[in-house]
């Protein structure tokens, strides 16, 4: 029984506490990013919207934007 005691704690030690701090960052990263994400946007918004750009411009051109940094914050997160 106690070979079966030290083998889950192998496992815990070896496995689940390395994987579970990866995780913990990559959640970490991808929820702080997509603020910073929010932020980026909301200012590059405000500064087409302060050039006289047409709504739906602004719009199109934000929505893209959300996107392509998404994907980054995506593949930052996983590569964790």
Not at 3 to 12: G, K, M, P, T
Not at 28 to 34: Q, S, T, W
């Amino acid at each position: 029984m106690e070979n079966v005691d030290v083998d889950i704690e192998a496992l815990i030690t070896t496995y689940m506490i390395p994987w579970g701090i990866k995780i913990v960052m990559a959640l970490a990263i991808f929820y702080i990013g997509r603020m910073v994400v929010s932020i980026v946007v909301g200012v590059v918004q405000k500064i087409l919207r302060s050039r006289d750009m047409d709504d739906i411009l602004v719009s199109f051109l934000s929505s893209i934007l959300r996107w392509v940094l998404l994907l980054f914050v995506i593949i930052a997160a996983l590569s964790q």
